[in-house]
Structure formats: C-alpha cells, structure tokens
C-alpha cells in the first residue's frame, strides 16, 4: 500500500497512490487547486487551501481519495 497523507490543521486527506491512475479529475474538480499531478500521481500539495467541498472524493474513478470531513 502506498497511501500519501496531507495533513491540515483540522482535516486529512489521503490518496491511494496504488490506486491512483493519474486520471487528474481531482485537479480539474477543486475549486482551490489543492491537487497536482506529479510523475503521473496526485499530490495534494495545497492541503491547506481546501474548502472541504468534497468534490474530489466523489470525481475520483479509482476511488483513491478519502478525506476526513468528506
Ligand atoms: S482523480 Fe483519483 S485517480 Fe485521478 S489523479 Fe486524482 S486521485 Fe488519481
Ligand atoms: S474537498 Fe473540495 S476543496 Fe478540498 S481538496 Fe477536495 S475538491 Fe478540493
């Protein structure tokens, strides 16, 4: 498993690397471009900038993202 955690102060969101194809509909989704796409993986580098809409848990195919207010 090689799942990646990108903690703020009040919420974790976590991405499956395993299950990550790279589809970037998590990039095209948020609104505050929380997601980047590095060497074909989803990063979601800007963690702090969420606004915990819960648009990437729902936009991802593979179902790699979880996120603690989501
Ligand atoms: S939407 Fe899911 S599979 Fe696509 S890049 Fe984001 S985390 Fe990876
Ligand atoms: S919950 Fe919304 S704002 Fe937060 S990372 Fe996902 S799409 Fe972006």
Do not use: Q, Y
Not at 4 to 24: L, N, Q
Not at 35 to 56: H, Q, T, W, Y
């Amino acid at each position: 498993m090689s799942i990646k955690e990108f903690v703020s102060d009040d919420w974790t969101i976590k991405i499956d690397h395993d299950k990550c194809t790279g589809a970037g509909d998590c990039v095209d989704v948020c609104p505050s471009d929380v997601f980047e796409l590095k060497d074909g993986k989803s990063f979601a580098s800007n963690v702090d900038d969420c606004i915990e809409c819960c648009a990437c848990v729902t936009a991802c195919p593979t179902e790699a993202i979880e996120h603690t207010s989501c």
